[in-house]
Nanobody
Framework: QVQLVESGGRLVQAGGSLRLSCAGSGRTFSAYAMGWFRQAPGKEREFVSAITSSVTRYADSVKGRFTTSRDNAKNTVYLQMNSLQPEDTAVYYC????????????????WGQGTQVTVSS
């Protein structure tokens, strides 16, 4: 069982930066692939990034602007978001699944409650 809690979302102006955190529980946190997803109003949940112990992947829409990292000693995953744009406005979720990463939300077993990111123009 893994419990996830996101934090760090807030209102920011276009061009600004935010760092989201996802704190996880569980002794085997390092064994999980961690994903970041987002969901804007009226849209489906979409993949943002994923990280394992050896691999990091990004959606094309955030590549070069967002960076994900993890600190297994702290059971925490981060999403550094730079050059934010209004289209980045969404609820951001972190998720965990054992083994390898995936871009498919349905393949992740554990989810946080989400944190709201709003980018004003």
């Amino acid at each position: 069982q893994v419990q996830l809690v996101e934090s760090g979302g807030r209102l920011v102006q276009a061009g600004g930066s935010l760092r989201l955190s996802c704190a996880g529980s569980g002794r085997t946190f390092s064994a999980y692939a961690m994903g970041w997803f987002r969901q804007a109003p009226g849209k489906e949940r979409e993949f943002v990034s994923a990280i394992t112990s050896s691999v990091t992947r990004y959606a094309d829409s955030v590549k070069g602007r967002f960076t994900t990292s993890r600190d297994n000693a702290k059971n925490t995953v981060y999403l550094q978001m730079n050059s934010l744009q209004p289209e980045d406005t969404a609820v951001y979720y972190c998720a965990a699944r054992p083994g390898t990463w995936s871009t498919t939300p349905g393949l992740y077993q554990y989810w946080g409650q989400g944190t709201q990111v709003t980018v004003s123009s």
